[in-house]
């Protein structure tokens, strides 16, 4: 098997053009800007799928939680038997910490800088195999793109998108892997394989690395000769031979194709969900060159025709960056290569959820994890060609003319101007996750139509509501309450954990009003009922007091305290 020469003809001659300290700044840069979510709460599915799911508390039975078929009378509050790795960390989290957030979230920060870590070696070998030589600083800034992104935060910051950091893991370092097969020898391609069946049972969205392989192999290992890579066929064969096994794995055990754990696809059919596509994409590609309007949970219509003017606009963008890829592979030179990989790299990458196929979400941040490291390639090389400078050069301060030290010293100011803007939406965003409310109000502000976030924001205010309660902060809890009706105006709990607080506080006829109002809502609520009648009874109201009472009971025929205050009220 012949072998490539990747090692560097140059020695890195600044400071931070070292690999240890390119490789130190990544760690630095990430722990700073997500230290800040160390103490965030669990959130969301977090609730589900770790705080009250069963199955990651008990690791003696390990091997029946992981894997199973779900069968007819599956609930959402256990283990997704489809993504066996990322529940096995969630066990192990729970065995060393229970349920202490901070665990939580050092593991996966600690993922993010591996992540970060590995896409910096990537990019570097990639510029070898374009230029035949490079330093560090070019993958060190790509690698520093994608550990400051605000996008990302969505993964980092939020326990249960652990899945999309692991599957990256393993995606990233499987490639790694297989190139290092026609270096060093075919020990490596045993790992790589390995590497590959990891993540997709981490998350799915890795059945593309085959796809990735072909396309690094044709452009990079084997310079557009496509001789090359039929010759190395059965080193890719092994890949699709596992995504069929894989899928035929989760049609007939867990007895879906789609996600385990999905619910319904709404109101998204094949065809709906294909045609928003392009114009998610288009979003997409907005939040990665300008990340503002990101949001927790996205909330998108579905086009009524293709010919809406956003998909059309969208549709003719998504054309040109096709057309362009076109170009890019018919020009063949090395910074095309780079162009070209990049492109498809995020279209591969991506498919999986922008497609003919839908999911319940039309538009997701997480998505972008994995993707996003092609358009933060394209970024760093647009960067440098500005500069007229290859991604294989050195950015030398001295011993070269003035204009040429000035060029550079700005070239490293702008990235580092740039990633420090990035840094500062990060440490902005992960704030949010502090506090679920405000997360949920973003939402709401973004999209007024969007039924999860108001459900979700409401139900956090009741429940800071009831937390004050029973610290006797009755005035905060009172606002908290009314916060909340204002989202969902007709829950009947709600009301009636207002109308407790009214009473706390001697405001009977208020009290009076919001247990009223939780009955009209709900007619069955035998507390608001008991708790009516006993307002009744302090205002004398005997026989109002008599039938709240009654009603009380017959509701409950358990209901202690209700049948108590009947018999005080005969006595």
Known sequence: MSKFN??????????????????????????????????APFIFDDEAKIVNNPDIKEIKNIKTKLIYPQGEHKTFERNDPSRPVTYLTFTLNYYFGKLNIIGYHLVNIFLHVCVSILIFF??????????????????????????????????????????????????????LLFTK???????????????????????QDAITLPAILLIFDYIFLSNFELAKVIKKKYYHLSYWVIIVIFLLFRYFYLGTIGDA????????????????????????????????????????????????????????????????TWLFYRRKTNISKIFLFSILWFFITISPTSSFFPTTTAMAENRLYLPGYGFYFIIVSVYFLIFRVNPDRQLELSGISTHKRLLNSFLIF?????????????????????????????????????????????????ELGNSLRGRGEYIRAVQEYQKALELKPDS????????????????????????????????????????????????????????????????????????????????
């Open 6 to 39: 990747t090692k560097t003809t140059e020695k890195p001659k600044t400071f931070f053009e070292k690999k240890w300290v390119a490789i130190g700044l990544i760690i630095l840069v990430s722990a700073i800007i997500y230290s800040s979510s160390l103490n």
């Open 122 to 175: 990537l990019t570097r070998k990639i510029i070898v195999y374009t230029y035949g030589k490079c330093t560090n600083i070019f993958p060190f800034f790509v690698a520093l793109f994608f550990a400051s992104h605000p996008i990302n935060t969505i993964v980092v910051s939020y326990v249960f998108n652990r899945s999309g950091e692991l599957a990256a893991f393993f995606y990233i370092l499987s490639l």
């Open 181 to 203: 097969t026609f270096e060093k020898g075919k020990k490596f391609y045993v790992f790589s394989l390995l590497c590959f069946i990891l993540g997709i049972f981490s998350k």
């Open 261 to 324: 754990d999905a619910g319904g696809t709404l109101f998204w059919n094949h065809y709906t969900y294909f045609v928003i596509q392009p114009y998610v994409i288009l979003r997409y590609l907005k939040f990665l060159f300008i990340p503002k309007g990101l949001c927790f949970d996205h909330y998108l219509n579905p086009a009524e025709s293709i010919f809406e003017f956003k998909i059309m606009i969208s549709v003719l963008f998504v054309l040109l960056i096709l057309v362009a």
């Open 414 to 462: 702008l990235l580092g101007v740039h990633i420090i803007v990035l840094c500062i939406a990060t440490v902005k965003r992960n704030r949010l996750y502090q506090n679920p409310a405000l997360l949920w109000e973003e939402v709401i502000s973004m999209y007024p139509s969007n039924y999860r976030a108001t459900q979700n924001a409401s139900n956090l205010y009741n």
């Open 492 to 571: 009947a709990e709600i009301h009636y954990n207002l109308g407790l607080a009214y009473y706390e506080q001697r405001i009977f006829d208020r009290a009076i009003q919001e247990f009223k109002r939780t009955i009209e809502i709900n007619p069955n609520h035998s507390e608001a009922h008991n708790n009516l009648g006993t307002l009744y009874f302090n205002r004398g109201e005997y026989d109002n007091t008599f039938q709240e009472y009654q009603k009380a009971v017959k509701i409950n025929p358990d209901y202690a305290q209700a049948h108590n205050n009947l018999g005080i009220l005969y006595y």
